[in-house]
T-cell receptor, first 113, second 114 residues
Framework: SQTIHQWPATLVQPVGSPLSLECTVE??????LYWYRQAAGRGLQLLFY??????ISSEVPQNLSASRPQDRQFILSSKKLLLSDSGFYLC????????????FGNGTRLTVT | GENVEQHPSTLSVQEGDSAVIKCTYS??????FPWYKQELGKGPQLIID?????GEKKDQRIAVTLNKTAKHFSLHITETQPEDSAVYFC?????????????FGTGTRLQVTL
């Protein structure tokens, strides 16, 4: 069966520090991968998605970047965090093709102080 | 064409009553409509989904209806239980470039009271 791992679960970082959140998927090949952000009490905002190694699409201009160095690995990064980067970050995957369900990890709670 | 409106934002029902959450979308090409349940501190979990070639789907106490003409779909939970308390998100899928993306509603916080 397929599983998705996201770490760390919680993170507190000072303003201006770098960020690296990692996500890996097991049990499937060539998945589409996604990073979402959820602000407190709000909906899910798509940040990045990837249809293959090295292929990244950005949805909103921001202080973050994403990379996909391996087929089942998706990384969210920042060189210098802002206070506004605080939130709940969710990695997700789905089988390629239309109408396949999206599966989420358990998220990383990021607090920038 | 990407937006989806979800109502209500909060919903409180007594245990055993039914709960209904409604979503409206604007992209007539959307063809996949999932619903997610998010418990505190966890990622959203898919609970039911429907494709555009059917009007209704049921799974035990949960059902989803789709009206493509009116561009709205609804989640129905019957005989609610305290463990149904969570935030529920609707979503719809549209195609862009080489990937299909889901756009989510803003969520409904459901509270089931004893």
């Amino acid at each position: 069966s397929q599983t998705i791992h996201q770490w760390p679960a919680t993170l507190v970082q000072p303003v201006g520090s770098p960020l690296s959140l990692e996500c890996t998927v097991e049990g499937t090949s060539n998945p589409n991968l996604y990073w979402y952000r959820q602000a407190a009490g709000r909906g899910l905002q798509l940040l990045f998605y990837s249809v293959g190694i090295g292929q990244i699409s950005s949805e909103v201009p921001q202080n973050l970047s994403a990379s996909r160095p391996q087929d089942r690995q998706f990384i969210l990064s920042s060189k210098k965090l802002l206070l506004s980067d605080s939130g709940f970050y969710l990695c997700a995957w789905r089988v390629r093709g239309r109408n396949s369900p999206l599966h989420f990890g358990n998220g990383t709670r990021l607090t920038v102080t | 064409g990407e937006n989806v409106e979800q109502h209500p934002s909060t919903l409180s029902v007594q245990e055993g009553d039914s709960a209904v959450i409604k979503c409206t979308y604007s992209d007539s090409a959307s063809n996949y409509f999932p619903w997610y349940k998010q418990e505190l501190g966890k990622g959203p979990q898919l609970i039911i989904d429907i494709r555009s070639n059917v009007g209704e789907k049921k799974d035990q106490r949960i059902a989803v209806t789709l009206n493509k003409t009116a561009k709205h779909f609804s989640l129905h939970i019957t005989e609610t239980q305290p463990e149904d308390s969570a935030v529920y998100f609707c979503a719809h899928q549209f195609l862009t470039g080489t990937a299909s993306k889901l756009t989510f509603g803003t969520g409904t916080r459901l509270q089931v009271t004893l």
